[in-house]
């Protein structure tokens, strides 16, 4: 054809051509006018949806951790760390009482960061989205605070440490975190 090939469907009987195939940039494009999916028609043909792909695609990468956040209790006790990962992923885990992880916070006690500092300050307390923000702002010799696991995530029993205190919401400059500043205000 004119921009591409016809050819019979390897995964359905055919007497009229209904498969067309065409390139686009660095990949095969496959479709079958008669409803065939492409993964059936690859699995005909002994080939992997990879197959289609003209330049190879670059290995996945294995996640790194490129930083850990601690949260520890009113003494200083560490519960649990929110764990940044490259590429961009964020996961959390609590200790396994062995000096290994367990990856989730399956009944463990959720607390807002830098809990032990906040309850010794009586400064205005800054809550950003996330843990590397408050870092940030205590580098900077500020009262900061904010909920593991991002925006939306905002328990109303954390609320309970700012009672009495000025509070200033400092949301990430998108549509989730419009919300969560509104959400974190309607909890205080």
């Known amino acids: 054809t004119g921009n591409g090939w016809?050819?019979?469907c390897p995964n359905h009987e055919d007497k009229k051509a209904s498969l067309s195939v065409s390139v686009?940039?660095?990949k095969i494009l496959m479709h079958c006018h008669a409803g065939c999916d492409n993964p059936a028609i690859l699995v005909k043909m002994?080939?992997?949806q990879k197959d289609l792909f003209?330049?190879?695609l670059p290995k996945p990468?294995?996640?790194k951790i490129v930083a850990t956040y601690d949260y520890t209790d009113e003494t200083g006790k560490l519960l649990y760390q929110a764990v940044r990962f490259q590429p961009k992923d964020f996961r959390q885990r609590h200790p396994n009482g062995k000096g290994?992880?367990?990856w989730n916070l399956k009944n463990i006690r959720l607390i807002p960061y830098r809990m032990p500092e906040l309850l010794k300050s009586k400064d205005v307390v800054f809550i950003p989205e996330g843990e590397r923000d408050v870092d940030n702002m205590r580098s900077l010799g500020f009262t900061a605070t904010c909920?593991?696991?991002g925006a939306g995530k905002w328990r109303p029993e954390f609320s309970k440490y700012l009672k009495g205190r000025d509070v200033i919401i400092i949301p990430d400059?998108?549509?989730p975190g419009h919300n969560h500043a509104i959400d974190i205000a309607k909890k205080l």
Request: proline share 12%.
């Open 6 to 8: 016809q050819a019979c």
């Open 24 to 26: 686009a940039d660095d």
């Open 46 to 48: 002994n080939l992997k």
């Open 54 to 56: 003209l330049t190879p």
């Open 61 to 63: 990468t294995k996640p």
């Open 100 to 102: 290994g992880w367990v």
């Open 147 to 149: 909920n593991p696991m």
């Open 173 to 175: 400059n998108d549509v």
